[in-house]
């Protein structure tokens, strides 16, 4: 694992492989009270969902991402952007920001309706272009996930800010 050859000291972004899974399964544990914990399990079977930053020599931030669909209507599939965590060293380095932005050049494709994150860090977000909304608006994503965790009793007391980012309509060819 090199730092961008062209570019010393700036972390690499890249598709995750099996050999990332101890790495991300630790940084995720890192982020305990800012991350729902992930199963090694979990990592493997939705490995090709996540992406990592690679820096002096070992894993220094990911970021994964997940298929939210609407009951009965597939135009309206939103993607969540989750498990964003970046080790301590490398904040305000512009590694979060690489991350989100794979993920978004990843699913930008597939002509989701929007995208979504949960976050204690909505100032990062906002950066990126999302914008904070009611949890109410995303009930499939409360129902499908929140409504599970044990972190808090209802997930409308839950602390994370919900927000969302919309990909400009695309132009005819």
Request: with cysteine; net charge neutral.
């Amino acid at each position: 694992m090199n730092d961008d050859p062209d570019n010393p000291g700036k972390p690499r972004v890249r598709s995750a492989t099996l050999d990332d899974v101890p790495s991300i399964f630790e940084l995720i544990r890192e982020h305990a009270d800012d991350l729902i914990a992930r199963s090694l399990n979990d990592i493997v079977q939705n490995i090709d969902r996540f992406y990592v930053a690679e820096g002096d020599g070992r894993i220094v931030g990911c970021a994964a991402w997940s298929l939210l669909p609407e009951v009965g209507d597939v135009s309206h599939t939103s993607v969540e952007i989750k498990s964003v965590a970046v080790r301590a060293p490398w904040r305000t380095r512009g590694v979060g920001r690489l991350l989100v932005q794979a993920v978004i050049d990843r699913v930008l494709p597939l002509n989701v309706a929007q995208l979504l994150v949960l976050t204690f860090a909505p100032e990062f977000f906002a950066k990126l272009g999302f914008r904070e909304i009611p949890k109410t608006q995303i009930m499939h994503k409360i129902y499908m996930g929140c409504i599970n965790c044990t972190k808090h009793a209802n997930p409308f007391t839950c602390p994370e800010v919900a927000m969302t980012l919309v990909p400009s309509p695309k132009r005819p060819d």
